[in-house]
């Protein structure tokens, strides 16, 4: 589809385009809105609020450090290993002001995994969370890290309250295992002698690496997509075109689940939040859902960022359905698909609807969404501004309307390349600048899209494509299901055969032949599953996608077909 298709697609008030280059970097949009919104709230953690005044003021002591105190220079690596606290984003403008390129790293990353990521970006400096220094004390030597900063997690705190927070953390949960970094210095020292020290703010040119944000760790090694200036700058300007009156500026309260540390939350809240001056609400640990509603019971939140899966579990919760969502108007959903169970819930409980976007590491990362007013259940919606999507055959011919093929994206927020690996860049993107996603799509007559699976999760069932989205959103409708996922198992008859996953909501029963008979309504022969698995909690990422993958290794194990 060319640009021509895509242009009368936007509903009005949403401009079909974006100028990337209306901002030279990220410094400069930092810089006009900490001015222009310097008296209001950016980030909230433990009781604590930030203004954006204040962000700036230490994310300037934070550059000055690293430019007075460092040997660091522009273009050098900087490992930022931090959960939601207000450090975070402290220490991320802060990098980027002196130059610096942040690689987003894990919190619960292990030793292997941080040595594999310090290494292949050549990191030479890391911030960390005091939790996981026995990690860094681990790996440090094995790497180029030379510079390691160290904080707890009130330290941005007042005093009193600083030093009770972490000496509960410390001292009764026992969550800081002994670690000894002789050479690392502390966070709070760090502000210290870069406060009232001049900050020489960097120039990079919109198409240098801004940040590393590594990918395809669920798929294999891990690799560092490189997102420029420009990248960042364009995919805050459509988020922003995207969202159009439904978010103003400078008044709207966010809630912050989703660890900034990870794409969908480090562009839209760090970013496009920053871009017009809202206020972030960081949740530290999600999991924790009592904590995290108790948080939600505090604020008048107008935006929520989320997942399939943190919807359901929110929806689950008797506490979280019982507060105040009257000023609730903007929920936003990517990461994994939406069910269309949990999006009805969802409304239901909230009186808001989610509307659903697609992107990926590689593309900084949205790349389409669902216009807040002309929502499609069911579809990843329109592209974003100044982006064109097509549909591909295998062999890489471009499909008609409504035929099925690999979703292709093109636009200024497609990542550079990865990091020191022109092989698998190659393979991603085209000559004339179209990455391919490896994900299934249909492209509708109106413009909206539907994934209809990854191409690497069908499931091949007597010579049919089965997609396991289609099958857990079936499933999902199914009363007592709270997780499900569906793989395809080898099968000498059919190829594969199907084999779905279920976790039961508490209190909830639920059997093979109930679940049979509900599939059996629901799909054509072929679809239904030949083999069900109750189990206690399925494997996922971070940020709770489930690992079909994991799932997948388990069974070819039993079968003997995977070491």
Known sequence: MNEDF????????????????????????????????????????????????????????????????????????????????????????????????????????????????????????????????????????????????????????????????????????????????????KFNDVLAKGHGQPVSDASPASGDVAVLQYTGGTTGVAKGAMLTHRNLVANMLQCKALMGSNLNEGCEILITPLPLYHIYAFTFHCM????????????????????????????????????????????????????????????????????????????????????????????????????????????????????VCKVIADDGTELPLGETGELCVKGPQVMKGYWQREDATAEMLDSEGWLKTGDIAIIQPDGYMRIVDRKKDMILVSGFNVYPNELEDVLAGLPGVLQCAAIGVPDEKSGEIIKIFIVVKPGATLTKDQVMEHMRANVTAYKVPKLVEFRDALPTTNVGKILRRELRDEELKKLGLKK
């Not at 594999?116 to 939790?131: E, W």
């Not at 697609?358 to 593309?363: A, F, I, K, S, V």
């Not at 949205?366 to 501004?385: C, D, E, F, L, S």
Request: charge should be positive.
């Open 272 to 387: 496009a939040m920053m871009l017009i001056g809202n206020h972030n609400i960081l949740i530290s640990n999600p999991r924790d859902l009592p904590a995290m509603v108790k948080e939600l019971s505090k604020w008048k939140f107008s935006g929520f960022v989320g997942l399939n899966t943190l919807f359901v579990a929110l929806c689950n919760n008797e506490a979280f359905r019982k507060l105040d969502f009257s000023a609730l108007k903007v929920t936003l959903s990517g990461g994994m698909a939406l069910q269309l169970a949990a999006a009805e819930r969802w409304k239901d409980v909230t009186g808001c609807g989610i509307c659903e976007g697609y992107g990926m590491t590689e593309t900084s990362p949205v790349a389409t969404v669902n216009p807040i007013q002309h929502i499609q259940i069911g579809t990843i919606g329109i592209p974003v501004p100044s982006t």
């Open 6 to 185: 895509w242009k009368d697609k936007y509903p009005a008030g949403i401009a079909p385009e974006i100028n990337p280059d209306e901002y030279p970097n990220i410094q400069a949009v930092l810089k006009q809105s900490c001015q222009r919104f310097a008296n209001k709230p950016a980030f909230s953690n433990l009781g604590k609020t930030i203004t954006y005044g204040e962000l700036y003021e230490l994310s300037g002591a934070f550059a000055a450090y690293l430019q007075q105190h460092t040997d660091l220079k522009p273009g050098d690596r900087i490992a930022v290993q931090l959960p939601n606290v207000l450090q975070y984003p402290v220490a991320v403008f802060g990098a980027i002001r002196a130059g610096l390129i942040v690689v987003n790293t894990n919190p619960l990353y292990t030793a292997r995994e941080m040595e594999h990521q310090f290494n292949d970006s050549g990191a030479k400096a890391l911030v960390c969370l005091a939790n996981m220094a026995h990690l860094a004390e681990k790996v440090v030597p094995k790497t180029a890290v030379k510079h390691v900063i160290v904080t707890e997690v009130a330290d941005l705190l007042p005093p009193l309250k600083r030093l009770l927070i972490n000496s509960v953390i410390k001292y009764v949960k026992k969550m800081v295992p002994a670690y000894h970094l002789p050479d690392a210095i």
